[in-house]
């Protein structure tokens, strides 16, 4: 991708590009091997600091991209624009493009009945579902799951395993050398997509307390990750007041 540039911050190396130059990036027939994005947000990089050795995950990384608003504000106050583009965001948009429709795509992680859904709302897509069942990274059932993804010989690959298993898993594909094609790790992306989730409304997105309504949402699941591990982050902010 031309026209980018690396960026550090929280000791991380943001790639910094447009909306349209990731759009681009993902839609065009993509080169030979396997490259794939992750998508730091708040919790991950508190996680990062807390078990240093998912560290090399995003070091493998092709790229780096912002998913939390909170993230870009605490970038803009060191001068920093972290051009923030939510990650269920990018899924999106890519799928709600018709050069999707010329690609083939890999789908890692939902069940059955939430990739019907999905070919539901896309029926032109050539969509391929890869089972991910509860799995440990190293286990039998994930050395399956690592060949039948590289199996789909997919240009774009969706891994919807959350934080960290499919960032573990992106890396394994690109150390085996036989997947091809790009990879996002996309999260919840694909039951934002589908219904399963509601994405926060507009206000809440454009005034970065798209937390508070995941928090209002589901507080039995997330009070721990906003609560105790969110406000971490402001310490690791100023930690790292030279990264």
């Given at each position: ?5 690396k ?32 998508t ?6 508190v ?8 560290g090399?995950?995003?070091?493998a ?19 920093i ?22 690609l083939?795509i890999?789908?890692?992680?939902p ?6 859904l ?28 690592l ?6 010989q ?25 997947a091809?094609?790009?990879a996002?790790c ?18 809440f ?23 105790v591990?969110?406000p971490?982050i ?10």
């Amino acid at each position: 991708m031309s026209d980018t540039t690396k960026i550090q911050f929280l000791a991380l190396d943001f790639t910094i590009a447009s909306r349209e130059q990731w759009r681009d990036l993902f839609l065009s027939p993509p080169p030979a091997g396997f490259r794939y994005l992750v998508t730091p947000n708040v919790d991950h990089v508190v996680q990062l600091s807390k078990r240093p050795e998912l560290g090399p995950l995003y070091e493998a990384a092709d790229w780096m991209m912002c998913d939390s608003r909170i993230l870009e504000r605490l970038g803009r106050l060191r001068g920093i624009d972290l051009a923030c583009y939510p990650g269920a965001d990018l899924v999106q948009d890519l799928m709600l493009d018709p050069r999707s429709q010329a690609l083939k795509i890999a789908v890692v992680g939902p069940d059955a009945e939430r990739f019907r859904l999905l070919r539901e709302k896309f029926p032109d897509h050539d969509l391929h579902l890869v089972e991910a069942p509860f799995m440990t990274p190293g286990s039998p059932e994930w050395e399956r799951t690592l060949a039948a993804t590289e199996e789909v010989q997919a240009d774009l690959t969706l891994l919807c395993i959350s934080f960290p298993k499919q960032e573990i898993f992106a890396r394994d594909l690109k150390t085996r050398g036989r997947a091809r094609g790009q990879a996002i790790c996309a999260g919840a992306s694909i039951d934002f997509l589908t219904g399963q989730q509601k994405r926060a409304p507009e206000i809440f997105r454009k005034t970065s307390t798209e937390w508070l309504y995941r928090l209002l949402s589901q507080p039995g699941r997330l009070w721990k990750r906003y609560l105790v591990d969110g406000p971490r982050i402001f310490a690791i902010y100023l930690r790292n007041a030279d990264k």
